[in-house]
């Protein structure tokens, strides 16, 4: 079990997870959780979504908990921590692969960081990681229309962020 | 795709999204499975078994693929597959470690001792040099120490349980404090201080409690913690055979109003409880019993060493963070009893940490407390840190009756490193923290 779902969807949840907290490290920490969680439950696996969506659903929910505990520790409680409304913020800075991305993935990967949680979490399900919207919507515990709405707000809002950082440039040359 | 000055449109940042940097693990499988053999959680899981006994297998089928093996090997192969399939999984470590050079090396050589040299000639092309074996070993193993050094520091910070056990004291002695919070309440902590820190600190003589409280409360800042700046006590601490004698000033903020007093005493109990101090006794400077305002005889010593038996709740600080605690300091005479109500929500400080549609008996045996949930109890259903709180609360609320508890009837058999199979250990103290 765990060589036929490390072989097929190692690489694609730890790179969700690496663009979820941008840190190598901490990303090799979290998907070590999600391995200890996937061979801890497994026999409860009822088969009711595929291998890839339920691996999908522990990886976010590990995030989510990295993320809650990141929010204790800097202070917030935890009854106010809504990963759907809070930004899920990475102190680090990018992984050394993403540096040398482009300027403007740059600029997304910086207008990321002020989208709201369910927001940055649709956008890197379903650009990065080239989920469907079923697929999203199983792993998220969402409805399909749901997914669609958040993506067309993210994408908005990515926008206008990006415009605005063109309009800044701009009037700096 | 250069970026213009032009508006800047969807097509634009759909194209950006689309083609994000793929971003890949550099780590080996390998390298990942040795980490989650030594990751406690997963000892004796039925999957990490076989998932270490899949590439042995794999890599013997290779082998005799490759070797076109004579019959009379086979059978010894397959004798050593039978032996490996016996492994416990103490001995994964190993067999992991073993996975690159190891298997190939080992059990060819292990061939090599048990056929006829003469009838596998081709064997010896495979096998590799003892001295090679060996230094190759060497290398694997210091690298599996290190990693197994990084992979306990990771677990340690990774870890929720928040108690501390027995297991965490192998080098260490712990320091119980009771901190004063915001809400006039003592949480009980319990500090862990190095072995090698407090020879340094008290190199001529075991300390005693008082001369621990004195040399390491005063280190613990309070107010960064989220706590009142409560310690060191005001007055004078001595001991007095196996009595504690605090001399108050004539003028504190102990007996100010009936909570301050209750604070005062519960930091006291918190902190010296268990202890070597059988009582303390409350003195003004001239010797004299202590008479606190709420009183009208003077005092008279408080107990240290009562069994007050206690149920673990939740307390949150402003800040957010969280703490195990006795419930308002209620206690009960039966452990049954203790655990039975700690589903009741009892005032606005302390949360229960079981949660309401939990429900379950509690058995008294001979070795312990028994807590049989009334429904199959799916830890992952619940937020980790939850299932991890609840289940330490109930351990905590046993081990205040100086009994040790077990969890019938979780779908689990394991959660954050403890064996829900058999009886957890007492924990030791709540709230663990490291002396800065």
Known sequence: ?173 | MAMTHNQFDDDQLEHLLNNAPKLSDRRSKEEILNRLLTDARLQDNAHLQGAIQQPIDDEITAQEQQHGNPPQQESTETATKKKVHKWPIFMSVAAVFALTVFTGSTLLNHNDTKIDQANAPETSQYSISPDDHVAKSSINHDKMMESNNIVAEHSRIMSLRSSVYEEDLTDAVVFHIGLANRDKKSVPMTYIIPNERVATDFPKKKPTTLQMYEKYAPQIDEKANGFTNYHPYKGELKEKGDKLVHVLPKKNDYDVASADTKEYLDTLQDTFSDSEYKDVEFENSDGTAYKFSKDEEPSKSMTLTSANHFNYYLYKDENGAEYLSPDTRKTFSTVTEALTVMRNKNDDVYVPVVPENITYSVKEVAEGVIVTFDEPLDLTTMDTVRATQMIEAMMLTAASFEQQIRLDNVVQESWEGFDLKNFLPKPVGANKRYMP
């Open chain 1, 1 to 173: 079990m765990f060589h036929r779902l490390y072989d097929a969807y190692h690489q694609d949840v730890f790179q969700f997870l690496i663009y979820l907290v941008k840190n190598r490290t901490l990303a090799e920490d979290l998907a070590h959780e999600v391995y200890v969680r996937v061979l801890r439950s497994y026999d409860q696996f009822a088969g009711n979504s595929s291998e890839k969506t339920w691996l999908f659903a522990i990886a976010k929910n590990v995030a989510i908990d990295h993320f809650r505990k990141q929010a204790v520790r800097q202070k917030h409680s935890l009854d106010f921590f809504d990963w759907e409304t809070e930004q899920l913020h990475s102190t680090t800075p990018s992984p050394e692969d993403v540096l040398q991305a482009s300027d403007e993935f740059m600029q997304v990967q910086s207008a990321l960081e002020h989208c709201t949680g369910d927001q940055k979490m649709v956008i890197i399900m379903r650009y990065f990681q080239d989920l469907s919207i079923a697929e999203t919507a199983q792993i998220l515990d969402w409805t399909e229309a749901k997914v669609k709405t958040t993506q067309h707000r993210a994408i908005k809002f990515l926008r206008q962020q990006l415009q605005q950082v063109r309009e800044q440039e701009a009037k700096w040359q």
